[in-house]
């Protein structure tokens, strides 16, 4: 009920709440066997609050049919 509430408020005007673009990334070490000193060796993942992913895949959904992925 309050996720169709959101969506509908999203919808309606146009606005999406700045908490839906905060993430907080995290370093991974692609190599353990190498320099931990050097930032070549680490990846970035971004951890976002659940609700944006929620509302991400409810828009997909509701957008999937007028939407298309070219591979080149």
Partial sequence: MHIELLNQF???HGYVPNGFGL???IPLVKDK???LNDSDI???IT???VIAKVMEK???KLCQDNLRTECK
């Fill in 47 to 49: 951890i976002g609050p």
């Fill in 42 to 44: 680490y990846r970035a």
């Fill in 33 to 35: 066997s190498g320099n």
């Fill in 58 to 60: 409810v828009i997909l």
């Fill in 23 to 25: 993430g907080l990334f």
């Fill in 10 to 12: 999203i919808f309606q």
